[in-house]
């Protein structure tokens, strides 16, 4: 495997041809970044996502030239604050161009899952996400290995088959269990 950090991570996003896929499978994640953000949100104050709009710009970036960003993330539910503020960030990734949808973790097959999260590009190589033991973000691990890309690929399909798009989640029990 290779660890891909900074420009040449966010090189994955300019290069691809057809689809990158994400699977994240915690419940929390403690990015350094995202600290203030979540804290707004905990107190109930305003965000402006000037934060976020990194993401956000590469996003619409590669989505304007039809290609697709799919995510599925996996949740227990009753949901912690994490992920409620997620679904509140999620709005923002899809107006951008993602295509997001929620799999609570009792409906998912834990087999059929992979216990990191990762990116699927173009179905020929996963970048599993590394995170610093503080929770800083460090990378991604690449590797384009035919057994672990196939897993991935089973993974992705089995989870997003299962999941549940975004704005029909918002009405689902989930959401208020």
Not at 145 to 158: E, F, G, K, M, Y
Request: net charge negative.
């Amino acid at each position: 495997m290779e660890l891909l950090q900074g420009e040449a991570f966010d090189d994955l996003f300019r290069g691809f041809h057809r689809e990158a896929f994400h699977l994240e499978v915690q419940d929390t994640y403690h990015t350094p970044d995202e600290t203030g953000p979540f804290q707004l949100f905990l107190s109930g104050q305003a965000d402006d996502f000037a934060w976020h709009r990194p993401w956000l710009d590469l996003v619409r970036e590669t989505t304007s030239t039809n290609r697709r960003i799919r995510r599925v993330r996996v949740v227990t539910v009753p949901h912690v604050d994490y992920t409620r503020w997620g679904l509140t960030v999620a709005e923002h990734n899809i107006d951008a161009g993602e295509d997001i949808r929620w799999l609570p973790r009792h409906l998912a097959d834990p087999a059929a899952l992979t216990t990191d999260d990762f990116w699927l590009f173009d179905e020929e190589c996963v970048v599993f996400t590394v995170f610093e033991p503080g929770g800083k973000f460090a990378g991604g691990a690449a590797t384009a290995d035919p057994v672990i890309v196939s897993h991935c690929r089973t993974a992705r399909d089995l989870a997003w088959q299962r999941a549940i798009p975004h704005q029909d989640y918002l009405g689902t029990e989930h959401m208020h269990a």
